[in-house]
C-alpha cells in the first residue's frame, strides 16, 4: 500500500534558481531549492546547529548551514563536511503544471 501523499507546495516560479527558499507544508518546515532548472526539498532544520537551512548560502547541490558551516547534499541529504555528522531528510518532488509537489508520508 502506498502512504505517500503529494502535496502542493508552492509555485515553480516561486523557487529562485541557485537559491533556497523556506516554507511550511503540511506543518513541515520545508527548504526548496532551485538547481539547474530543479526543485529539490528537505527538512528546513540543520541536524546539528538547529539553524534553518533556509538561511544558508547554497552552491550547487550544497546547503551550507548559516550556523557552524557544515554542509549538505541537497539530492540525498547527505553530510558534506564536519561539523554535521547526521544527514536531514529529503522529500521526493515532482514538477506538474506549474506547480511544486512534494511526497510527504
Not at 9 to 16: G, L, R
Not at 24 to 51: K, M, R
Not at 96 to 103: A, D, K, P, Q, T
Amino acid at each position: 500500500m502506498n502512504t505517500n501523499q503529494w502535496v502542493d507546495a508552492a509555485a515553480f516560479d516561486d523557487v529562485p534558481q541557485d537559491d533556497v527558499i523556506g516554507l511550511f507544508v503540511n506543518g513541515h518546515d520545508i527548504a526548496l531549492y532551485g538547481v539547474g532548472g530543479e526543485v529539490f526539498a528537505s527538512d528546513n532544520l540543520c541536524t546539528h546547529g538547529h539553524a534553518r537551512l533556509c538561511d544558508g548560502f547554497l552552491e550547487g547541490h550544497e546547503i551550507e548551514c548559516p550556523l557552524h558551516q557544515g554542509k549538505f547534499d541537497v539530492r540525498n541529504g547527505r553530510p558534506m563536511c564536519d561539523p554535521v555528522t547526521d544527514a536531514i531528510r529529503t522529500y521526493p518532488v515532482r514538477i506538474e503544471g506549474g506547480r511544486v509537489f512534494l511526497s510527504i508520508k
